[in-house]
């Protein structure tokens, strides 16, 4: 029998070196299932993790990908580094594009500079409202955060639903679920002609330098770092949970909102029944893979782009099922998530208690 007993704490190396060896692991198993697959696996790989990005446009959409994935993923990091766990960041992206598309829709006509910054500011402000609810019942009632913001992404996707179904229908639409298009007033500038890259990613960048920056050099980052890593010290010397709690869910909230815009705003041009395949979930595997650092996340977001990417190219070229991109999103996880458990514990055989012999009585 063997038991698990904790480590002394593990070194920054070792820590960083995690989400290389659960990466090395998910590419060794995938090898194995492009092999059930009938595909040779050096040629899968190169479908999967090198075509997508050896174009200029294919370098664009892993961009354009990146980008929800990086803003969800930088504010998702902050929380869970203050021990705040918000699960329901892709809830908060589709009221933040529900927000942004209400305010292009209501000033169709309208062609001025303040229709963008009215929509992120819509848009913020959505993401924001729906993540105060699990915040106030978490302060208020002490209920768990995990369970209500993850309940609430499946209102906000009924919600979505009925908007475009009904208020928000496009008359001329033919009947399809969907709402007018956005006027160019409401449509973010692309980077590049030809690419469907948009401003939106700028604004994740200096969204992932603010956090660095709010993280490092800020007195209120640094309460929500030791709140996490150090509970008992924290509430030792004063510092207050709940304002932990709204700090966190407010940030994620505004920049899944602001995710939100840049799909609706930039790539749909309008809203659709579903604004999101899923880039607030995948954002809690970008914010563990990047070690919960604003310029990690950066780089894990442009890994699990590529698996949207790859998982798209595959499906194409080598007729792979289009689950193979949850497939690898989990592997990742799965194997992050095991690396950590041996870095901080390891397995000590546990000594077989000795029987007792009865004596003999003579």
């Not at 993923?73 to 869970?80: E, K, R, S, T």
């Not at 007018?180 to 948009?198: E, H, I, Q, W, Y």
């Amino acid at each position: 029998m063997s038991r698990l007993e904790k480590r002394p704490a593990p070194s920054r190396r070792m820590m960083l070196a995690s989400p290389l060896i659960a990466a090395l692991a998910m590419l060794a198993t995938g090898s194995l299932l492009f092999l059930f697959l009938g595909q040779p696996p050096l040629h899968a790989f190169y479908v999967y993790f090198v075509k997508p990005w050896t174009t200029m446009y294919g370098a664009g959409e892993l961009l354009l990908k990146a980008t929800p994935l990086i803003l969800c993923g930088v504010g998702l990091a902050l929380g869970f580094r203050a021990n705040v766990n918000n699960i329901g960041a892709d809830g908060q992206l589709t009221v933040g594009a529900i927000a942004a598309g209400a305010v292009a829709l209501h000033c169709q006509d309208v062609e001025a500079w303040w229709m963008l910054p009215l929509m992120l500011a819509a848009g913020a402000a959505g993401g924001m409202l729906w993540a105060a609810i699990p915040a106030l019942l978490r302060t208020r009632f002490n209920t768990s955060e995990i369970l209500v913001s993850l309940m609430l992404v499946y209102v906000a996707y009924h919600l979505l639903s009925y908007l475009v179904h009904g208020p928000l229908r496009d008359p001329d639409g033919f009947n399809f679920p969907q709402s007018k298009m956005f006027s160019a007033a409401a449509t973010l500038p692309l980077l590049v002609d030809g690419l469907r890259l948009n401003a939106a990613f700028i604004l994740s960048l200096l969204a992932a330098g603010a956090a660095w920056f709010f993280c490092r050099h800020t007195f209120a980052g640094y309460r929500m770092q030791v709140s996490g890593m150090a509970p008992a010290a924290a509430l030792y010397a004063g510092f207050s949970e709940p304002r932990n709690v709204w700090l966190a869910f407010m940030v994620s909230g505004a920049l899944a909102g602001v995710a939100g815009v840049g799909e609706v705003a930039g790539p749909l041009g309008q809203l659709q029944p579903s604004v999101s395949p899923g880039y607030g979930f995948a954002a809690i595997i970008v914010a563990y893979v990047g070690r919960l650092h604003p310029l990690g996340v950066l780089l894990s977001a442009l890994l699990m782009s590529l698996l949207y990417i790859g998982g798209e190219t595959a499906q194409i070229e080598l007729g792979a099922p289009s689950a193979i991109t949850g497939v690898f999103q989990g592997l990742l996880l799965f194997y992050l998530l095991a690396a950590d458990l041996f870095i901080h514990y390891r397995l000590k055989p546990h000594p077989r208690p000795q029987q007792r012999t009865a004596g003999v009585v003579s």
